[in-house]
């Protein structure tokens, strides 16, 4: 995590069309839409969770605490504030003005990400929340909390990894899904409630199955959105040329 990474300049030809510009009628494939429209995901996320949690009353929380284990609610504000920090930073090494006019604090805003938000919300998630719930990994959406908390941690190291080998193009690929699982447990939330506000919906599901199904459901799908997103994108950048790249090759 020492070593420097520098990215290579953007590409100035000035006859070269970015690939992320579509015709008229295209507005939805601008990238900064996308991006205010993660914000507002960011932003709601934290709304939803941080006043409860930082007013430090247990009474507050939203997840079920053991009695048997005085801290557990303390780990869940700690899950909390590490977990909006992570997707507060990740949000910025997705902003591309930021990470060509200021890469410093692009590759900070990576390293707090790592540091201070994949590992340990993940780590309190797998080694103290889920087994201090009742029926540990076996009760209900834990498994799909833990699949998803593992698989966050892998895609960021992967992430770092290229960015460490200077393959940007791979590196936004892989953080792009690190960003996908970040937002796993909030989209799980969001089926949830929304099931759960209408009852004709759900009534034919049992509360334990369909928090199971929210935990699985909700990482799965966000995933498989960035995934047909990256492969989208990545086809529209071969049919403008390889010279439009977001990440140009530093070796020629």
Avoid: C
């Amino acid at each position: 995590m020492t070593q420097e990474l520098t990215e290579p300049p953007a590409i100035t030809d000035p006859n070269q069309r970015p690939a992320t510009r579509g015709g008229p009628g295209s507005w939805w494939r601008q990238p900064y839409l996308w991006l205010v429209l993660l914000l507002g995901v960011v932003v709601f996320n934290a709304l939803y969770a941080l006043p409860r949690y930082l007013s430090l009353d247990p009474a507050q929380s939203r997840s079920q605490l053991n009695p048997a284990h005085s801290t557990h609610f303390g780990m869940v504000v700690a899950h909390v504030i590490t977990g909006n920090l992570a997707l507060i930073t990740v949000l910025l090494q997705l902003w591309p003005w930021l990470r060509r006019n200021y890469p410093q604090v692009h590759r900070l805003s990576g390293r707090i990400y790592i540091l201070g938000g994949v590992l340990p919300a993940t780590a309190l998630a797998l080694f103290t929340l889920i087994p201090f719930r009742d029926g540990g990994f076996g009760g209900p959406g834990s498994m799909g909390l833990a699949a998803n908390g593992v698989l966050w941690v892998i895609a960021t190291a992967i992430g770092w990894r290229m960015a460490r080998r200077r393959q940007w193009a791979q590196h936004q690929r892989w953080m792009i899904y690190s960003f996908a699982l970040a937002l796993g447990t909030s989209w799980g939330r969001v089926l949830f409630e929304t099931i759960t506000t209408y009852p004709s919906l759900g009534k034919h599901i049992s509360i334990y199955a369909l928090i199971d199904f929210s935990s699985w459901l909700g990482w799965l799908l966000g995933l498989l959105i960035a995934h047909l997103w990256v492969e989208h994108r990545g086809q529209r950048t071969t049919k403008a040329g390889a010279q439009t790249v977001t990440y140009p090759s530093p070796i020629r």
